[in-house]
């Protein structure tokens, strides 16, 4: 199969090292001593799906336990599946060129949803039957990642979600699938299912019935079956410290998002902007020790000669011994030509000042997140930064010798006015003129890119119950940003506001989304969240064929006492908490960061026995 595929299909596809896979670092393993094979199944192309730590961790994680097999499977694009339907071949995995239907089990990370139509589109290519309830045979197909946490819009497609980190709880269900199989290699899905559901953190959507309102909204979500518990609980890896990580990944042969070394330095942000799902469900902190961090990336440059180390969280600038850190890896590491990265920067000059130390040499563009223009409209969603702190870093950034930089703002917040978005364009301006200023001596040229994006409100989180924005709403502020920051050093971005909608829309709806799904797959949707494909006409198409009014799901208030599509599947942050932070919100009162200060009542810590973990010698909560 691979020399046929190589030689016959390969040649007439963009980019055919996306399907070779025989990388550096690749695991193959003899299929016939594996007692369980999985496939991880990435929903977008080769590039973005090789750039995500997760898989590199389950990846790893998987092949270092003997009895198991895991092999990686990408979408392929669009000249890939014209290519695999004409010859009649089903999806394969990179290592084995094996079809997915041989695995026992087919997992796939759940990034983001307009990935959505790339899960359908995958399991037809490899000829699965969409729906759970149509699989009699072949493999068992299971979704994690952050949307697991609201998977309802998925829920006919796929026959489990693992709530949370997956580390521990993969590997039981993969012990838990080895006792279900039978001598030739098959299980009973619904006996394997039966015991899967009382693991902690896995759901099994269709032992779950839901009853609707007349008005269309959920009246109850109960379980099918007396032992399945009413709500799953999201597990939680408590100490990251001593959790696995991948010291030897795979290197890819072709350029992909972000081609360099990964230390994830820590999980979870307590910080509680109120629009982010990952600051809610990534809960508590964990952080990793210092010297475990220095150890990995010894082994990662031993193993990958890769040329750059980035230190990846949701804010490493947080971390408590990020400089000490930083510090000793450059000096072990620079004079060899290894660079280190910080993703995420806070905004202020201590960040800059890092970002300095780092960049001594190459200084590429500096990216800040005020995340909205006006203190008011950042108190609202609990942005601790001022404008002061703002103008201050970005003085710093100008004088350490920076030229470009990036001001990430959100448009269509609640509560959002005139001035709020006029006040997105003042900020602009005045870090322009800063800039001017600054670089005047150097005869340098500031360049200010303002990236403007709508806001989706998210389960899990205190805006959840918010309805976002009309498109049309949408639109005009976008045109009103654009005709404020026109001019020389200004530059001015936005996302399309229908994609956005979309995302509100599978973000904050339920199961009966599904159908809508599935029509949109069969008329063509894939890739939605790439320009030339996406096609907003087709979806309208496929709500109005499924009678869905999907500004039902997207731009609709959600009462505080209506039953979320969500409210079954427990994240670990109590929804009156979400309660209490939205009208905390609408009060524009900050709430403190406990990881520096007292708990603020999330409920996590208590309910799930964990703990912030820091490591820094300043700040030891332990
Ligand atoms: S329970 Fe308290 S300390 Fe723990 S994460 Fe929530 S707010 Fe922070």
């Given at each position: 199969?691979?020399?046929?595929?190589?030689?016959?299909?390969?040649?007439?596809?963009?980019?055919?090292?996306?399907?070779?896979?025989?990388?550096?670092?690749?695991?193959?393993?003899?299929?016939?001593?594996?007692?369980?094979?999985?496939?991880?199944?990435?929903?977008?192309?080769?590039?973005?799906?090789?750039?995500?730590?997760g898989?590199?961790i389950?990846?790893?994680?998987?092949?270092?336990?003997?009895?198991?097999?895991?092999?990686?499977?990408?979408?392929?694009?669009?000249?890939?599946?014209?290519?695999?339907?004409?010859?009649?071949?089903?999806?394969?995995?990179?290592?084995?060129?094996?079809?997915?239907?041989?695995?026992?089990?087919?997992g796939f990370t759940l990034q983001y949803e307009?990935?959505y139509?790339?899960?359908?589109?995958?399991?037809?290519?490899?000829?699965?039957?969409?729906?759970?309830?149509?699989?009699?045979?072949?493999?068992?197909?299971i979704g994690g990642g952050p949307c697991a946490l609201n998977p309802e819009p998925l829920a006919?497609?796929f026959?489990c979600f693992l709530l949370g980190d997956s580390e521990e709880m993969l590997?039981q269900l993969?012990?838990?699938?080895?006792?279900?199989?039978?001598?030739?290699?098959?299980?009973?899905?619904?006996?394997?299912?039966?015991?899967l559901s009382l693991v902690s953190g896995i759901y099994v959507p269709?032992f779950y019935?839901l009853?609707?309102?007349?008005?269309?909204?959920i009246?109850s979500v109960d379980p099918?079956?007396?032992?399945v518990p009413p709500r799953v609980q999201r597990r939680i890896v408590q100490?990251l410290?001593?959790a696995?990580?991948?010291?030897?990944?795979?290197?890819?042969?072709?350029?992909?998002?972000?081609?360099?070394?990964?230390?994830?330095?820590m999980r979870g942000c307590t910080r509680g902007c109120r629009f982010c799902q990952a600051g809610m469900v990534y809960r508590p902190v964990r952080?990793?020790?210092?010297?475990?961090?220095?150890?990995?990336?010894?082994?990662?440059?031993?193993?990958?000669?890769?040329?750059?180390?980035?230190?990846?969280s949701l804010s490493?600038?947080?971390?408590?011994?990020?400089?000490?850190?930083?510090?000793?890896?450059?000096?072990?590491?620079?004079?060899?030509?290894?660079?280190?990265?910080?993703?995420?920067?806070?905004?202020?000059?201590?960040?800059?000042?890092?970002?300095?130390?780092?960049?001594?040499?190459?200084?590429?563009?500096?990216?800040?997140?005020?995340?909205?223009?006006?203190?008011?409209?950042?108190?609202?969603i609990n942005?601790?930064?001022?404008?002061?702190?703002?103008?201050?870093?970005?003085?710093?950034?100008?004088?350490?010798?920076?030229?470009?930089?990036?001001?990430?703002?959100?448009?269509?917040?609640?509560?959002?006015?005139?001035?709020?978005?006029?006040?997105?364009?003042?900020?602009?301006?005045?870090?322009?003129?800063?800039?001017?200023?600054?670089?005047?001596?150097?005869?340098?040229?500031?360049?200010?890119?303002?990236?403007?994006?709508?806001f989706v409100p998210k389960g899990h989180t205190p805006f959840q119950f918010e309805?976002?924005?009309?498109?049309?709403?949408?639109?005009?502020?976008?045109?009103?940003?654009?005709?404020?920051?026109?001019?020389?050093?200004?530059?001015?971005?936005?996302?399309?506001?229908?994609?956005?909608?979309?995302e509100a829309?599978f973000a904050r709806g339920g199961r009966?989304l599904?159908?809508?799904?599935?029509?949109?797959?069969?008329?063509?949707?894939?890739?939605?969240?790439?320009?030339?494909?996406?096609?907003?006409?087709?979806?309208?198409?496929?709500?109005?064929?499924?009678?869905?009014?999907?500004?039902?799901y997207?731009?609709?208030?959600f009462d505080y006492q209506e039953v979320l599509p969500w409210d079954h599947l427990d994240a670990g942050v109590s929804k009156a908490y979400l309660i209490r932070e939205h009208k905390r919100a609408?009060?524009?009162?900050?709430t403190?960061d406990c990881r520096?200060?007292?708990c603020t009542g999330c409920s996590i810590c208590d309910r799930f026995q964990v703990e912030n973990r820091?490591?820094?010698?300043?700040?030891?909560?332990?």
């Amino acid at each position: 199969m691979r020399q046929y595929i190589q030689e016959k299909i390969l040649p007439h596809v963009l980019k055919p090292t996306r399907y070779l896979g025989n990388e550096w670092n690749v695991v193959k393993k003899e299929w016939e001593e594996a007692k369980v094979t999985m496939a991880f199944a990435f929903p977008d192309v080769y590039e973005i799906g090789m750039s995500h730590l997760g898989l590199h961790i389950l990846y790893g994680l998987v092949n270092n336990r003997s009895e198991f097999l895991m092999e990686r499977v990408f979408a392929p694009w669009v000249d890939m599946e014209e290519q695999l339907r004409r010859h009649k071949i089903p999806l394969f995995t990179l290592e084995s060129y094996r079809a997915l239907g041989d695995f026992h089990v087919l997992g796939f990370t759940l990034q983001y949803e307009m990935s959505y139509t790339n899960i359908l589109n995958m399991l037809d290519l490899a000829g699965i039957p969409l729906k759970s309830a149509d699989r009699q045979e072949g493999p068992l197909v299971i979704g994690g990642g952050p949307c697991a946490l609201n998977p309802e819009p998925l829920a006919p497609f796929f026959d489990c979600f693992l709530l949370g980190d997956s580390e521990e709880m993969l590997l039981q269900l993969l012990e838990i699938t080895a006792r279900h199989l039978n001598e030739d290699g098959k299980f009973d899905r619904e006996a394997l299912l039966g015991e899967l559901s009382l693991v902690s953190g896995i759901y099994v959507p269709g032992f779950y019935q839901l009853r609707y309102k007349p008005d269309g909204t959920i009246g109850s979500v109960d379980p099918a079956k007396e032992e399945v518990p009413p709500r799953v609980q999201r597990r939680i890896v408590q100490n990251l410290d001593e959790a696995y990580f991948p010291t030897k990944p795979l290197v890819p042969y072709m350029e992909i998002v972000h081609d360099r070394m990964m230390l994830e330095v820590m999980r979870g942000c307590t910080r509680g902007c109120r629009f982010c799902q990952a600051g809610m469900v990534y809960r508590p902190v964990r952080e990793r020790k210092k010297d475990t961090l220095l150890k990995q990336a010894e082994e990662l440059v031993q193993n990958t000669g890769h040329e750059e180390i980035s230190l990846t969280s949701l804010s490493t600038a947080d971390y408590s011994c990020v400089q000490p850190l930083t510090k000793e890896l450059l000096n072990r590491y620079q004079d060899g030509g290894i660079n280190v990265a910080l993703p995420s920067l806070r905004v202020d000059a201590f960040s800059v000042d890092l970002a300095a130390e780092i960049q001594r040499v190459r200084k590429s563009g500096l990216t800040f997140a005020p995340e909205a223009g006006s203190q008011r409209m950042r108190n609202v969603i609990n942005k601790n930064v001022t404008e002061e702190d703002l103008l201050g870093a970005v003085t710093a950034a100008f004088r350490a010798g920076w030229t470009n930089i990036k001001l990430y703002f959100m448009l269509g917040l609640p509560g959002e006015t005139n001035d709020d978005l006029a006040a997105i364009a003042d900020l602009a301006k005045k870090v322009l003129d800063i800039g001017r200023q600054e670089l005047m001596a150097q005869r340098g040229r500031p360049n200010i890119t303002v990236s403007v994006s709508s806001f989706v409100p998210k389960g899990h989180t205190p805006f959840q119950f918010e309805g976002q924005n009309p498109v049309e709403e949408l639109r005009a502020k976008q045109q009103f940003l654009r005709g404020q920051l026109k001019g020389r050093g200004l530059k001015f971005k936005w996302h399309e506001a229908k994609l956005s909608f979309l995302e509100a829309v599978f973000a904050r709806g339920g199961r009966k989304l599904a159908p809508v799904l599935e029509n949109a797959w069969k008329s063509g949707c894939r890739f939605d969240s790439w320009d030339e494909h996406f096609d907003y006409a087709k979806w309208q198409t496929a709500f109005e064929n499924a009678a869905i009014d999907p500004e039902f799901y997207a731009n609709r208030p959600f009462d505080y006492q209506e039953v979320l599509p969500w409210d079954h599947l427990d994240a670990g942050v109590s929804k009156a908490y979400l309660i209490r932070e939205h009208k905390r919100a609408m009060e524009e009162a900050l709430t403190h960061d406990c990881r520096w200060d007292e708990c603020t009542g999330c409920s996590i810590c208590d309910r799930f026995q964990v703990e912030n973990r820091l490591w820094g010698d300043e700040i030891n909560v332990d």
